[in-house]
């Protein structure tokens, strides 16, 4: 009866140890995780998708990724991460960026599950990148997840078929032609026949050129805005036909005596010593010796008065006493 168990118990363990052999032999199995990357401004959002059941996404509590960033130009190039608000709650998050190689590593370390309830996609945050335009790849199986109830198992994380572009944030806004079709409307009160042929040939080639630029499907800002300033200065440069007749003098305005005075409103040019009629001019100022005039005036009436007083008393002298 013991013999016979013996036996019963080596058969066993022998099986045990078979079975725990061909499971050592089996590999373990992997899981797919796929990376999405959304094409940006300035910014691209980087979303992780876990196909993977519901208990293992819940005990995911940290993650490490690397993504691949080129760019035709990186000289001056800035690239960093913005992580997700919900993965700054509570964790570290960080990132590295390895200008050598290009590779941005991502690190989100924390206790609290990663994915929300029920949830299947995990937005990381974005990547942004400052002074050039790059492309953003996933770095091959560079996904690693680790936390309760993860088990050390092989997450297969693949490429992307093409890179994303994320253009460098200065693209500009829509180009607004208001300006350029206002001023071209208001071209056509300038008529032709109002302004001297050569001023009038200037605002006509500026016009043209402005016509083609508004219907330049690609025109940028700079173009139009350059367009309008041409035609402005066209029109500023406009010269009345009226003005250019005798040398852009205006026409000379007569005084009541029948002389014409220039542009500046002085007189024209007169014989030295004659007046606008002719006369010979007074060199003195009236106003001034009125004053000396009168004065003289009465210095003769003075000594006149005192030689008429000398007279009559000569006359009294000589007449005999009665």
């Given at each position: 009866m013991k013999r016979y168990l013996r036996k019963k118990i080596t058969m066993a363990a022998a099986l045990l140890v078979a079975a725990l052999m061909c499971f050592a032999a089996v590999p373990m199995e992997s899981f797919a995780a796929e990376v999405t990357v959304e094409e940006g401004q300035g910014s691209a959002p980087v979303s992780l998708l876990l196909d993977r059941e519901e208990g293992a996404r819940k005990g995911a509590t940290s993650l490490e990724l690397g993504l691949k960033i080129t760019s035709e130009n990186p000289e001056g190039m800035q690239v960093s991460?913005?992580?997700?608000?919900?993965?700054?709650?509570?964790?570290?998050?960080?990132?590295?960026?390895?200008?050598?190689?290009?590779?941005?590593?991502?690190?989100?370390?924390?206790?609290?599950?990663?994915?929300?309830?029920?949830?299947e996609t995990l937005l990381l945050g974005q990547v942004v990148a400052e002074?050039?335009?790059?492309?953003?790849?996933?770095?091959?199986?560079?996904?690693?997840l680790s936390g309760n109830g993860v088990v050390?198992?092989?997450?297969?994380?693949?490429t992307l078929a093409e890179d994303v572009p994320i253009t460098d944030g200065d693209v500009p806004g829509p180009v607004d032609r208001s300006k350029l079709q206002e001023i071209l409307v208001k071209v056509a009160e300038y008529k032709a026949d109002d302004y001297t042929p050569e001023s009038y040939a200037i605002l006509a080639e500026a016009v043209k050129t402005?016509?083609?630029?508004?219907?330049?499907?690609d025109a940028t800002q700079e173009e139009i805005d350059e367009a309008v300033l041409l035609v402005e200065n066209a029109i500023g440069s406009l010269v009345e036909k009226q003005n250019v007749i005798g040398g852009n003098q205006p026409p000379a305005s007569t005084d009541q005596n029948g002389t014409g005075s220039g542009?500046?409103?002085?007189?024209?040019?007169?014989?030295p010593g004659t007046n606008s009629t002719g006369k010979g001019a007074d060199t003195g100022d009236k106003t001034t010796i009125l004053p000396y005039v009168i004065l003289a005036m009465a210095s003769i009436a003075a000594i006149g008065g005192v030689l008429i007083m000398q007279r009559r008393k000569s006359g009294r002298k000589g007449r005999p006493e009665k």
């Open positions: 991460f913005d992580f997700s608000e919900s993965l700054k709650t509570g964790r570290v998050a960080e990132f590295r960026y390895h200008a050598d190689t290009g590779i941005l590593n991502l690190y989100v370390a924390g206790e609290t599950p990663l994915f929300a309830e029920s949830a002074g050039n335009a790059v492309r953003v790849n996933v770095v091959e199986n560079s996904l690693k050390e198992e092989e997450i297969s994380l693949q402005a016509e083609a630029v508004l219907g330049k499907a542009p500046s409103g002085s007189q024209g040019q007169q014989k």
